[in-house]
């Protein structure tokens, strides 16, 4: 019959070896023989090395025991192995057995197989070190930990890039390093940690300090972080620099400042924008001056209100809207309704307009008086019919019309020109207050007067390639016989210095001797087509080929670059006026010169366009109408 302490050892759920002074096994219960696959009789009389590997190692096994007969005990966590050769992960407990002597006797052995604990452990071990690795590489993004009190505990590359600060010059610093001088004084780093802390995030976008001492626009993300006892163990913070997408929002701004003040001075054309209801939102001083209501009165009115009786009964309000989302616009000419009842005739063009995301958000409305106008056609007419001798009258009349229209087409002109006045004045301005600071005074404000003027010679050159655009097609085209190979050297020699800061290669492939066309438009055309090679090219050992050959009874140009090339997505867009497919730090440049160019040859009676792949250069082509032959 087995004793109780029989019955505990053989119910026992670790395994439980006994061994002599040797270390050979003397006991073992069920537990072990499961765990180890060994029958009882195959670890009797077996030194317990048999655990240790596919093949004994005994010198471990000594030095464990030895371990054990020097402290009495000794535990220890490995891999151990089973009959079949395949390995567990074994929790040992060895504890010496004496007699009552006080002489050793042997060890009782506990193991326990932890295999699934231990391989838990791993699984989170590899979890965490491919987070560690994932947030150390990134760059776009700074990310790193806080304790508690807002010291930096890790620093990852991005904020290495962002704030400029290494590893080993920024763990152990304070948080608070990185704010401006007023933010300090009003204590904000303190108050931020506090709202993470009591609401689990604090979220804002601000300016912050470089190591160099330069300011950032950034969006910050602090986040309290709690272990699983919810005690509250420090900070993640995660910090992205903005500085870009805020210059271009204030330069979106100020542009849309700028247009919104053009478009509110603008008399001859009635110009607002209504809900997507219908419902108008704001009012310019044509709108006031044709329709006679001011911007208190109609704004959020239906525009109906300037709809005859008839039209409305019709449903002509609603039915043009609705044209205009379908279609994307919508135009006519018709009889309105000014405030004090009396009826002009209108030209009405009016715009589905939709937001970045695609949304529809409203409508623009254009509205032109042309009553006059109308009376005079009507007249003129009249008169033809009926009184031929006062032809020259109405002709007269007719070229005042012309007149009028051609102001119209002049007004982009006039703007640009009177704009560049007060931006030359501006830029004298600041030219001016950096000269007369002192060194001391000029220090903190240098970046702002250098970004200042910057801007300043930035918008002079966006206005004058609005003007030259909208003046190409006024100049005067007198074509006359050109020799290509006079054409290109002129050019090149234009931009010589731009090949030779780039260390460009140019290749030439000129198999025909003369094209019909203006001189100066063309040297602007191919100026600006090799300009874009060289500009695209930067870096990547440049080479530009420009080749004129035949094409049936036209000149083919084309401009070659092997640089980084255009997405096929992108190749319809490069023409659009302002297009722009980099960033301006990247490539600098306003998004005018390919628009120009399409219109110059557009007028010589040519077509321009695109091929390319990305990483794999570009090729603008444009064709010419060949000189005839004396």
């Known amino acids: 019959m087995l004793t109780d302490y029989g019955l505990l050892i053989q119910s026992m759920p670790q395994g439980l070896l006994c061994l002599d002074d040797k270390g050979y096994i003397t006991f073992v219960n069920p537990a072990a023989t499961q765990l180890t696959q060994y029958a009882p009789g195959e670890l009797v009389n077996r030194h317990i090395a048999l655990l240790y590997g596919p093949a004994p190692d005994i010198i471990k096994a000594e030095y464990e025991l030895g371990l054990t007969r020097i402290n009495g005990q000794f535990s220890a966590q490995s891999w151990r192995f089973k009959k079949d050769k395949s390995r567990f992960w074994g929790d040992v407990s060895y504890t010496c057995m004496f007699d009552e002597q006080n002489n050793l006797t042997g060890y009782c052995c506990v193991l326990q197989d932890r295999t699934e604990a231990k391989q838990r452990e791993l699984d989170l071990l590899k979890r965490e070190e491919r987070y560690r690795l994932m947030v150390e590489g990134v760059k776009d993004y700074a990310i790193f930990m806080m304790d508690t009190t807002g010291h930096i505990l890790t620093w990852n590359e991005g904020a290495k890039t962002i704030k400029g600060y290494s590893t080993n010059e920024i763990v152990g610093q304070h948080f608070s390093r990185f704010y401006t001088a007023e933010d300090l004084a009003d204590q904000k780093p303190a108050r931020e940690l506090e709202i993470a802390k009591r609401t689990g995030k604090y979220e804002e976008e601000g300016w912050r300090i470089k190591k160099n001492g330069s300011v950032f626009w950034a969006n910050v993300v602090i986040t309290a972080l709690f272990n699983e006892q919810n005690q509250h163990i420090g900070f993640s913070k995660v910090t992205r620099d903005l500085t870009e997408r805020k210059e271009a929002q204030d330069v979106i701004r100020q542009s849309e400042e700028l247009y919104r003040s053009l478009v509110e001075q603008v008399a001859d054309y009635g110009i607002f924008m209504l809900d997507e209801k219908g419902r108008v939102i704001n009012w310019n001083e044509g709108a006031k001056r044709i329709k006679g209501y001011t911007a208190d009165e109609i704004i959020g009115k239906y525009f109906s209100i300037f709809y005859p009786e008839e039209d409305i009964i019709d449903g002509k309000p609603a039915r043009e809207l609705v044209i205009a989302v379908a279609t994307g616009k919508y135009e006519e000419e018709g009889w309105r309704l000014r405030k004090d009842g009396s009826l002009f005739w209108a030209n009405v063009v009016i715009t589905a307009v939709y937001n970045r995301q695609g949304i529809h958000i409203g409508f623009s409305k254009v509205t032109r008086d042309l009553t006059e106008r109308k009376k005079a056609e009507e007249a003129l007419r009249e008169s033809y019919e009926r009184f031929r001798q006062k032809s020259l009258e109405l002709q007269r009349t007719n070229e005042e019309l012309g007149l009028a229209n051609e102001e119209l087409e002049k007004f982009t002109s006039i703007v640009s020109h009177d704009l560049q006045e007060p931006l030359r004045t501006i830029k004298s301005f600041l030219l001016l207050t950096e000269r007369e600071l002192d060194e001391e005074a000029r220090r903190p404000v240098a970046g702002y007067l250098r970004k200042s003027v910057q801007a300043v010679t930035r918008m002079k050159e966006l206005i004058e390639h609005v003007l030259h655009y909208s003046q190409v097609s006024k100049v005067d085209l007198q074509l006359e016989s050109l020799s290509v190979r006079d054409l290109i050297d002129e050019v090149l020699q234009n931009v010589q210095a731009q090949i030779e800061a780039s260390r460009a290669r140019i290749d030439l ?44 009874d036209r000149v083919r140009f084309s401009v070659s670059d092997n640089g980084i090339g255009i997405a096929e997505g992108d190749l319809t867009k490069v023409f659009d006026v302002f297009r722009r497919l980099h960033t301006q730090n990247e490539y600098p440049g306003v998004g005018m010169g390919l628009s120009i160019c399409k219109r110059i040859v557009e007028r010589h009676g040519g077509q321009i366009w695109p091929e390319s792949q990305p990483g794999q250069g570009t090729t603008f082509y444009f064709t010419l109408n060949e000189a005839v032959k004396a």
Do not use: Y
Request: aromatic residues 2%; without cysteine; hydrophobic residues 45%.
């Open 509 to 552: 492939d000129l198999r025909v001797e003369h094209v019909l066309g203006n001189r100066l438009q063309l040297i602007q055309v191919l100026q600006n087509l090799i300009n874009n090679a060289l500009k695209f090219t930067a870096g990547q050992s440049p080479r530009v080929t420009i080749v004129a050959q035949p094409d049936k």
